[in-house]
T-cell receptor, first 114, second 114 residues
């Protein structure tokens, strides 16, 4: 069982460079999420997608774009990376509908912007 | 507004001691879900428990137990006879049927000293 797979696990960027974090889940979940984790701030939601073809902003969307390519895949793009985007990024999925299931997380992607 | 507060930033205990991690939440919704996640030093996020707002029964799973009290908006987590492997950051989270959002506390870092 792969669960939620995100790539890359580590990335170093220079300010102004762009990159895309990829995420795929094999649990047939409707909802997918991107969070960032910073010391002392817990997990903050960047964007989420309730279903294929829909995306919504979370708490900290500025500087990011997302694409829900299909039910399995949800990518996060940094168009022009900034040092403030240095963080650990987690993709997650959950089954939502008549009940709210728990979040299943990927292993995280550590991004450093110089 | 939806909010989760974990007032304990860091806790240290000696092995075999019991420890309680506090979680206080705020919401005006009547239907919601509460979760606990564990993040060991390796960095992954591990689901521990889900509780819906209509089920105030306490739960015990091995050395872990959870106390849900709607009257005080709390969902506390107790580890009995702590072990070094319990050392981790623990997150409490609040989720909803609508809106597809989960709100995380800032986490409590638990260190169990051998």
């Amino acid at each position: 069982n792969a669960g939620v797979t995100q790539t890359p696990k580590f990335q170093v960027l220079k300010t102004g460079q762009s990159m895309t974090l990829q995420c795929a889940q094999d649990m047939n979940h409707n909802s997918m999420y991107w969070y960032r984790q910073d010391p002392g701030m817990g997990l903050r939601l960047i964007y989420y997608s309730a279903s294929e073809g829909t995306t919504d902003k979370g708490e900290v969307p500025n500087g990011y774009n997302v694409s829900r390519l299909n039910k399995r895949e949800f990518s996060l793009r940094l168009e022009s990376a900034a040092p403030s985007q240095t963080s650990v990024y987690f993709c997650a999925s959950s089954e939502t509908g008549r009940a709210t299931g728990e979040l299943f997380f990927g292993e995280g992607s550590r991004l450093t912007v110089l | 507004a939806q909010k989760v507060t974990q007032a304990q930033t860091e806790i240290s205990v000696v092995e075999k001691e019991d420890v309680t991690l506090d979680c206080v939440y705020e919401t005006r919704d009547t239907t919601y879900y509460l979760f606990w996640y564990k993040q060991p030093p390796s960095g992954e996020l591990v689901f521990l428990i889900r509780r819906n707002s209509f089920d105030e029964q306490n739960e015990i799973s091995g050395r872990y137990s959870w106390n849900f009290q709607k009257s005080t908006s709390s969902f506390n987590f107790t580890i009995t006879a702590s072990q070094v492997v319990d050392s981790a950051v623990y997150f409490c989270a609040l989720g909803f049927l609508t809106g597809n959002q989960f709100y995380f506390g800032t986490g409590t870092s638990l260190t169990v000293i051998p």
